[in-house]
């Protein structure tokens, strides 16, 4: 499924960014706090770790252009794209429907074997937790 990051209007895969590296998709909201204490721990985590991020927005309320305001506003510099609704249907059928509550913290790792698991559900993660799990 191709996405689209809101800031650069650039399309890309998880596919594509997974055979390079570890990918963490984070499901989330602007309004969810939760979110931006685990987006900061991912900042750090970055500068211990070779992956990719991708925090992906579900709530079907949101616009990518305040997404984007967000995203620049709180210095994140990974990707960031809007779910529509095939995706939001694909990942409550894989992962169950707590990965769309965006306050659980949802983290979803895609490693470079093409294995996929959600982390950390219902927690959030410390740079260094973050950093061991991308890594192993």
Not at 21 to 47: F, K, S, Y
Request: contains cysteine; proline residues 4%; glycine residues 8%.
């Amino acid at each position: 499924m191709v996405l689209r990051d809101v800031r650069t209007g650039a399309e890309f895969t998880i596919g594509e960014l997974a055979a390079r590296r570890p990918v963490l998709l984070e499901t989330m909201a602007i309004w969810c706090t939760n979110c931006r204490g685990q987006q900061h721990q991912v900042v750090d985590a970055h500068g211990l770790a070779e992956f990719d991020s991708i925090s992906l927005d579900v709530d079907p309320n949101e616009r990518a252009d305040d997404l984007a305001e967000y995203a620049d506003r709180e210095g994140f510099d990974w990707r960031f794209a809007v779910a529509d609704t095939d995706l939001v249907r694909m990942l409550r059928d894989r992962f169950g429907t707590a990965v769309l509550n965006p306050p659980s913290m949802p983290k979803i790792l895609f490693r470079t074997d093409g294995s996929v698991e959600l982390i950390g559900l219902g927690e959030q993660l410390s740079a260094l937790d973050l950093a061991a799990v991308v890594s192993g």
